[in-house]
């Protein structure tokens, strides 16, 4: 069973900069497609901050291009998430998500897994 540990949440003052990470365990059978990280503010929907392929491609909210860096690891299904210049309109839950896939004899099978989420707090 795969598992995501996430770490690097925190309070922080408007203009600081925290790094989130998340592991991915118990993967070996699988083979990675992207990993990313979700954010949901309070009491608004989850949204998406960044996300990488395993090939390094990237794409970001348009609320944090230029402020937020996201980078892999894919020997260890790991990925960071670099905030600099952090707002208080940057408060919320920050979950990880990864996105991996098992081919068979038979098929190919998706597979989708989330972390338990971490509190990111921005004070102004």
């Known amino acids: 069973q795969v598992q995501l540990v996430e770490s690097g949440g925190g309070l922080v003052q408007a203009g600081g900069s925290l790094r989130l990470s998340c592991a991915a365990s118990?993967?070996?059978?699988?083979?990675?497609?992207?990993m990313g990280w979700y954010r949901q503010p309070p009491g608004k929907q989850r949204q998406l901050v960044a996300v990488?392929?395993?090939?390094?491609?990237?794409n970001y909210a348009d609320s944090v291009k230029g402020r937020f860096t996201i980078s892999i690891d894919n020997a260890k299904n790991t990925v960071y998430l670099q905030m600099n210049s952090l707002k208080p309109e940057d408060t919320a839950v920050y979950y990880c998500?990864?996105?991996?896939?098992?081919?068979?004899?038979?098929?190919?099978?998706?597979?989708?897994?989330w972390g338990q989420g971490t509190q990111v707090t921005v004070s102004s």
């Open positions: 118990g993967a070996s059978s699988f083979t990675l497609d992207s």
């Open positions: 990488i392929t395993s090939g390094g491609r990237t």
């Open positions: 998500n990864a996105e991996f896939h098992r081919v068979t004899v038979v098929d190919s099978y998706d597979y989708d897994y």
